[in-house]
């Protein structure tokens, strides 16, 4: 069941003029955000010009157990689900007008990778390599967030 509204924080906690231009910032604010992991779920989230967290926040839970499961899409044609993920997320960026987008991978247990957590970035990392450099809203963090907050999955993680 997706959960549609974060494990809030008091809103006072919360910056939303704070600008999220470096991991640590990020990390901090969407941890100010989502307390903590209940479900197995991923969240697209949109950072503005300003680098600034902007609506939509938009959960999923039904992402498969495999992100290299291919789906045959009416656009797309057969494509891997992170695939199908990364170019849709591409579009609901230009549509919603932000700057960037981020994946947070929410999921019960420790900050530490496991090789789920590492498939999932990995394959997302490559699609959206896969779909060029030159995109026009360029994916500026994969996230993990578990039992005691938020942290962002470093490049050199998913090598």
């Known amino acids: ?16 003029a704070r600008p999220l231009d470096t ?3 990020l990390a901090d604010q969407l941890t100010r955000v989502f307390s903590h992991a209940e479900l197995r779920q991923v969240w697209l989230l949109f950072l503005d010009h300003g680098h600034r967290l902007t609506d939509p926040i938009m ?21 891997t689900f992170v695939r199908a993920m990364a170019e849709r997320a591409r579009m609901a960026c230009d549509l919603v007008g932000a700057h960037e987008f981020l994946f947070m991978w929410e999921r019960r247990g420790s900050a530490g990778l496991d090789a789920e957590d590492l498939r999932w970035a990995r ?11 030159d995109s026009s809203s360029p994916l500026r963090a994969q996230l ?15 090598q």
Do not use: K, Q, W
């Not at 494990?7 to 939303?16: G, H, K, W, Y």
């Not at 839970?61 to 045959?72: E, M, Q």
């Not at 394959?123 to 450099?133: C, K, T």
């Open 59 to 79: 959960p999923m839970d039904d992402h498969p157990l495999a992100p290299d499961d291919v789906l045959d899409t009416d656009d797309l044609g057969p494509v």
């Open 23 to 25: 991991d640590d910032a």
């Open 123 to 133: 394959g997302l990392d490559g699609a959206v390599r896969e779909m060029g450099a």
């Open 1 to 16: 069941m997706t959960r549609l509204e974060p494990n809030l924080m008091p809103a006072s906690d919360i910056d939303p």
């Open 144 to 158: 993990l967030l578990h039992d005691g907050g938020v942290r962002v999955i470093d490049a050199a993680e998913l």
